[in-house]
């Protein structure tokens, strides 16, 4: 990176970065988490730093960014509460911790299962959180590609999984 990028990213993050952890505060209200959230937004932008336009507005694409990823952890947080929740109460003897264990790598392994181009659709999307049209646009593929990728992993999964979908609706639905 040349030092006039290495000092506009070094003003742009002495600039931001407390704002930026007030607004994520707002969010997630949790300083430590907040800044832990925008310190993941810069590193992210200093990643892709040199291939990012010219004319983009970092003030507002880092505001988006933050607001997005706070909100992911708010989402995040929230389904590991319903989980913990779930693990706690609400599974019996059939559903034992062995159970869960067995059916998350019967889970990774049917997602690796898959074609290589529909994995990475069906993680981008699931696992990522991005739409399908941020999928198409960052895999160079149309919406309709992404909509038929997503289509057969979700039916090679259903297929794969068929002896864990009864768990699977009961964790769905918590």
Known sequence: MAEKDLKSFEKLFKELFKPLCGFSLKYVRDLDEAKGLV????????????????????????????????????????????FENVAEHELTEANSPFET??????????????????????????????????????MSISIKTVEAHMSKALSVLREYLKEFLSILIFLVIL
């Open 39 to 82: 310190h993941e937004v810069f590193v992210s932008v200093w990643e892709k730093f040199d291939t990012l336009p010219a004319d983009i507005n970092y003030h507002s694409y880092l505001y988006t960014s933050v607001r997005n990823r706070s909100l992911n952890f708010i989402r995040d947080r929230k389904k590991h509460v319903q």
């Open 101 to 138: 264990v067995e059916l998350e790598r019967e889970i990774e392994m049917a997602i690796h299962s898959l074609p290589e181009k529909c994995r990475m659709v069906f993680e981008l999307n699931r696992v990522e959180g991005l739409t399908y049209a941020q999928v198409a646009e960052k």
